[in-house]
């Protein structure tokens, strides 16, 4: 009687051979090419026919090759291949958002700041999430690591921004077609809470000066950094305000600066003391010859004719750096006098707000703040009066100078 094992195994299929030693692929059963990776059987094509017989050339193994190839990244890190051509993954979003930034940019509507700290971060979703990861294949536990990476050595404010602009990419990806569906952050994927914000300010002190350290303060500091401290309080100006205040916005014959947030592009008009007007006259007597022409009409330049605040001149927007000589000539002030506490030039636009509230009278403190106002009532106000704007600075300059204003209503 003849062997039924030895029938079957004539009867069997003859499998291809690999095409050289260390080919990747092995045949399976099935008919089909394959190669287990994390544990799991993955497929690239046929080798037989479904009558049994072994294709021409192996089922063509360049073939099975050129798409393992091409999904062995994914498929080695634990993702979804890309299968579809028209799929975008994280290296196309992110380039076609920074292609839209930089667009932005080159018209002026975006700063050289702003889009760098857009170009970081999408370094970061790339470093992350991997160039190769399909948009459409994230999952919130995806998001969720990502904050916990993000969260590594950086305080809640920091944290908070890169979890701002992270969604506003991927609200780009679908407010531009690029997914036919929002991506879905979780619930793990949200900013530190107010709360959080609160406490980590609250380690951080005051951010204000007193009157008598700004006094200290003014009898301390050299020109040009004396009128910008003057700017800082008289008109709550933070640093990029003086940095790039024009000549064209001041005029010290009627004593007042009209001059839009760079920010916000909200118009600002301020009234201008007596002691200010003094300070900016010496800046603009001595000020030196701008380095390039687009800076001629700043009325600070450093002594080599630069802007005290300004981007670096790389080619590439995303690997510019921010420069603030501001920063550094105030902070050796404030060692000097030992006025400590993590407070900067910035925090004399804290004080301006909340000193200058005292005037009670929000609405003039906004406007010459250059914050914007989402009231109903400012919906129906046309314009705030020279007066009113005067009564606030006013307030201001008692609190610095209470004996100067004594001797002026004597």
């Known amino acids: 009687m003849a062997n039924p094992t030895k029938s079957s195994r004539r009867n069997k299929p003859q499998r291809p051979l690999k095409a050289y030693p260390t080919f990747p692929l092995t045949v399976h059963p099935s008919g089909r090419w394959c190669k287990r990776i994390r544990s799991r059987l993955h497929y690239f094509g046929y080798w037989r026919n479904a009558d049994g017989s072994i294709k021409p050339d192996g089922g063509d ?15 080695h890190a634990g993702r979804t291949p890309r299968t579809d051509p028209d799929a975008v993954d994280v290296a196309d979003l992110v380039d076609r958002f920074l292609t839209s930034k930089r667009l932005r940019l080159d018209s002026g509507e975006l700063s050289a700041r702003t889009f760098r700290d857009y170009y970081k971060i999408c370094e970061k979703l790339v470093r992350l999430l991997g160039k190769r990861r399909l948009v459409d294949d994230l999952r919130s536990d995806d998001f969720e690591r990502m904050r916990a990476e993000l969260a590594k050595g950086v305080g809640p404010v920091t944290l908070s921004n890169d979890i701002g602009r992270i969604r506003s990419v991927f609200k780009y990806a679908y407010d531009a077609d690029l997914t036919d569906k929002p991506v879905r952050f979780g619930t793990s994927f949200d900013k530190p809470s107010k709360k959080t914000l609160r406490l980590e300010r609250a380690k951080s002190g005051t951010r204000m000066f007193e009157a008598e350290e ?12 004396k009128a910008m401290v003057l700017l800082g309080i008289n008109c709550g100006f933070g640093n990029t305000d003086v940095a790039t205040l024009p000549k064209s916005a001041v005029d010290l014959e009627r004593g007042w600066v009209t001059f839009p947030r760079p920010k916000t592009g909200i118009e600002r008009k301020c009234p201008l003391w007596p002691e200010t007007i003094e300070a900016l ?49 105030f902070r050796k002030v404030l060692r000097k006098l030992d006025i400590n506490g993590k407070r900067n030039f910035y925090a004399i636009r804290h004080t301006f707000q909340t000193v200058a509230e005292e005037s009670r009278d929000l609405p003039a403190v906004k406007s010459i703040m250059g914050h914007a106002d989402n009231s109903m009532s400012a919906v129906y106000r046309e314009r705030i009066s020279d007066e009113r704007l005067q009564v606030v600075t006013a307030a201001v300059h008692e609190w610095l100078w209470p004996a100067k204003q004594e001797a002026s209503d004597q």
């Open 214 to 225: 700004l006094r200290r303060i003014f009898d301390a500091v050299p020109q040009p950094l």
């Open 281 to 329: 006259r010496e800046v603009i007597a001595q000020r030196p010859d701008p380095l390039e022409r687009a800076d001629a009409d700043y009325v600070f330049l450093t002594r080599f004719g630069r802007r005290f605040v300004r981007m670096t001149d790389e080619d590439d927007p995303g690997q510019r750096r921010a420069l603030d000589a501001i920063v550094g000539q």
């Open 61 to 75: 193994w360049k073939t099975a090759l050129e798409l393992y190839k091409s999904q062995a990244d994914d498929l």
